[in-house]
């Protein structure tokens, strides 16, 4: 008898040291997934302060690339009214040309015209105005002979001063041609020189951009790839809250036979989440995400509301979520029975603690911003079994 009560000791100290181990593992397995979360909320706040930086980026690059195509539209504008000057000069120079052609035409004529009369002295022989006025017989041939001589002389006289104009105009017009000419070249080199400088800059700074877009993009996909490993940690940690949660549970019902639910049954219509603000910022749905751009689904509504103002219990229930969960930031989850759960996230700082049995209208949080967000609010959610539905429906 004594054999058996002693084998009966043995096997109860045992299961009990097996007990406290089962449980002291569990314990440290959750404070290591506690642990691994925080870790990975903290890469999330990196890199989503590293992705905030990017965007600036990328808006101050958009920026400048707005500003040099403005630039370059202006020089553009300045390049053709340089083209037009250029055409304007072309027709001038080719006029010039022309000009400059039948001046030299007209000198030519001007010096065949003189060239024979000088052979035509040199002919006759050299006669001069006073032996033709001597020679004259009457005193009306002198006055004949004397108006001839007159005219003769100016005539030569114009002559040889049309041509001293006709080269000063030659020269002048050489001169004007070869100016516009260096004007021309000058100007056709600065307007292409222009074009390639603003080309270059537009280019570079369009590939900047593209790469801080691509170094977003990848940011991006890195903070999805963390919340997703963080919200798996979450879940598990969850599932062993429950489980142990559970067990407690059935060792409670085990010991005094009496027995309880996980959560109250919600009845009557959901009451708004922050009675300060009823203004929606971003409804249920599909929508462009603020932070990324992305067109993606909201399993919420968010309403905007100040910083640290109060978030209250939609409906009574218990809850099943009070600490930092993913991209929600600091997150409260109640559960109210039916399948129904309530979500409330990014709060600055939580009022409950997991377990804990709220009523309708008890303050559960204060508004924040934290996780993934860009301003306070208190993004809203209502799950039917575990799926996100429309909240305004419940309310």
């Known amino acids: 008898m004594r054999g058996k009560t002693f084998v009966l000791i043995v096997a109860c100290l045992l299961a009990a040291m097996f007990t406290v181990e089962t449980v002291s593992v569990s314990a440290a397995s959750m404070k290591e997934i506690r642990k691994n979360i925080q870790q990975k909320e903290s890469q999330i706040k990196e ?9 600036e ?10 500003e040099l ?29 022309k000009e400059l052609k039948k001046a030299e035409k007209k000198v030519d004529t001007q010096n065949d015209n003189l060239g024979a009369r000088l052979r035509n002295m040199y002919k006759s022989g050299s006669v001069g105005f006073i032996d ?27 002559v040889l001063t049309g041509l001293e104009k006709a080269y000063d105009e030659i020269d002048q017009k050489k001169k004007e041609v070869e100016e516009l000419q260096t004007e ?11 074009k390639e400088n603003l080309a270059a800059d537009q280019k570079e700074v369009e590939k900047q951009k593209e ?8 940011t991006e996909a890195m903070m999805d790839a963390l919340n997703e490993e963080a919200d798996a940690l979450t879940a598990e940690l969850e599932k062993r809250q429950e489980e142990e949660e559970a067990k407690k549970k059935t060792e409670s019902n085990s010991s005094s036979g009496s027995s309880s639910s996980s959560g109250s049954s919600s009845s009557g219509k959901f009451i708004w989440p922050t009675p300060s603000s009823h203004y929606i910022t971003s409804y249920f ?68 603690s997991y377990g804990q049995h709220v009523s309708q209208g008890q303050a559960i949080a204060k508004v ?6 860009t301003g306070p609010h208190c993004h809203f959610e209502v799950r039917k079994n575990g799926t996100p539905t429309e909240p305004r429906d419940y309310m």
Not at 57 to 66: Q, Y
Not at 134 to 142: K, M, P, Q, R
Not at 368 to 373: F, K, P
Request: proline letters at 1%; charged letters at 25%; one cysteine or more.
């Open 47 to 55: 890199k989503k302060s590293q992705l905030a930086e990017g965007k």
């Open 57 to 66: 980026k990328e808006k101050s690059l958009s920026a400048k690339v707005a």
């Open 69 to 97: 195509e403005e630039q370059v539209n202006e020089k553009q504008s300045s390049i053709d009214e340089l083209v037009v000057a250029i055409a304007e000069g072309e027709k001038k120079l080719t006029k010039l040309e």
């Open 132 to 158: 033709v006025l001597l020679d004259s017989t009457s005193f009306s041939e002198f006055l004949t002979n004397l108006d001839m001589v007159e005219r003769i002389y100016t005539g030569d006289k114009e």
């Open 184 to 194: 021309l070249k000058t100007s056709k080199t600065v307007a292409e020189q222009e």
């Open 211 to 218: 790469e801080i877009a691509a170094s977003n993009e990848e």
């Open 285 to 352: 749905g599909y929508r462009y995400h603020p932070i990324s751009g992305v067109y993606k689904y909201h399993s919420g509504m968010d309403i905007g509301a100040s910083y640290g103002s109060t978030v209250v219990a939609t409906q009574s229930g218990t809850v099943i979520k009070a600490c930092w969960y993913g991209g929600y930031g600091k997150c409260v989850m109640i559960d109210h029975g039916n399948g129904l759960v309530s979500l409330y996230g990014h709060n600055s700082s939580l009022l409950v």
């Open 368 to 373: 924040g911003s934290t996780g993934y967000s």
